[in-house]
């Protein structure tokens, strides 16, 4: 059994304004993704300022689609209760799955814009992600977020009181996460996009993978208290909302294998 280590929260303090480290988090995905992607920004024929504008397209859809998402998917009934509780970003409230739909979007307009396919600047897209995800993993672990069911296993942890949760040891699932959706799911994007693939490909396989490691690590995941178990009592709401990950991530993967390699503007990889 593990004790928590003592984290604070709150990264800076300066007077009245604190800066919590999941809020830093944030800016460390982005500030990576706009490292990579100007690396790799040739592949697309883009320049280092298109990777600039391409990463604020991304931050807007990200902020405003995992605000919107969280309120509709695991607090409408606050929202009906409460509208203005959307605009109440300090109470916390951010969905993957509404931060994806936001990045879509945001890749769809981009796209027009530079007169790119869609699926060819997703593909661009797919390897950046998963720092910023297991950055934000590791926020949630520093916050004392998403807790694990209570387990016996050599590596379950104490946590500090949270959610109302009694002294039990639990899964620290927010660390398996940080492995999954961060680690292990960037080096494997990376190391396929190393050189041009069929079109849709690294897309299709980000929402596999994603989806795969989600629903897996959902399993040892408190669900959401207010929501508790849903379909049938034992599944969880991210599970429902990644069932259509994995079936669109499948579908492109099989979808790609009838497209041509897309080269016309990918030199080999850096």
Request: charged letters at 15%.
């Amino acid at each position: 059994m593990l004790q928590y280590p003592r984290i604070d929260p709150v990264a800076i303090s300066l007077g009245p304004v604190q800066i919590h480290w999941y809020g830093l988090m944030y800016v460390v995905g982005l500030v990576a993704a706009w490292w990579l992607g100007r690396r790799r920004a040739h592949r697309l024929g883009l320049t280092h300022d298109d990777i600039g504008d391409l990463i604020f397209y991304a931050a807007l859809g990200i902020i405003l689609g995992g605000r919107i998402g969280y309120v509709l998917f695991y607090g409408l009934d606050q929202l009906l209760a409460n509208p203005w509780w959307l605009l109440r970003v300090w109470d916390g409230g951010m969905s993957f799955h509404g931060g994806l739909i936001g990045v879509l979007i945001a890749a769809w307009l981009f796209a027009r814009k530079h007169r790119l396919a869609f699926f060819q600047l997703t593909d661009f897209i797919a390897p950046l992600v998963p720092i910023g995800l297991g950055a934000g993993r590791l926020g949630n672990f520093i916050n004392h977020e998403l807790p694990g069911r209570i387990s016996d296993v050599p590596w379950a942890m104490v946590f500090p009181p949270m959610m109302g949760l009694g002294s039990e040891p639990r899964h620290p699932s927010a660390l398996y996460e940080l492995a999954l959706e961060g680690v292990a799911l960037f080096a494997v994007l990376c190391w396929l996009s190393r050189r041009p693939r069929q079109r849709g490909l690294i897309s299709g396989l980000f929402l596999v993978l994603y989806g795969a490691f989600r629903f897996v690590v959902e399993f040892v995941r408190l669900p959401d208290p207010h929501l508790g178990f849903i379909a049938s009592g034992w599944l969880t709401m991210g599970q429902l909302l990644t069932l259509p990950m994995l079936i669109a991530g499948l579908a492109l993967v099989v979808w790609s294998r009838h497209q041509a390699v897309d080269d016309a503007k990918a030199a080999v990889a850096s």
